[in-house]
């Protein structure tokens, strides 16, 4: 999957039901529903899934609990922007997907 294709599930209702959790949370991220997309990767521990909890802690202005999901995703960076984080995140997980 590349990244236009996941866009492009965006116009729909709900996300796919064969899609990974951290897309599908990304996915109701980008819906404006952070609480959905927060609670799908609360308790998930692989590092995309931390990493994806990172980026939400730093969108809801959390810095402090980013950091801390960012060092146990083991990544030390996040994206100049919120969206180019999301991009950054949605592109490394629909390669991986590929």
Known sequence: MQIEEFRALLGL?????????TLAALWWDAKGDWARAHHMVD?????EGMAVH????RKEGAESNADYWYRRAGKRF???????EWEALVEGLTAEKS
């Open 43 to 47: 308790s998930l521990e692989t590092q």
């Open 78 to 84: 996040h994206r100049n922007t919120l969206d180019a």
């Open 13 to 21: 209702e709900a996300p796919p039901g064969n899609l990974p959790v």
């Open 54 to 57: 990172a980026y939400l802690h």
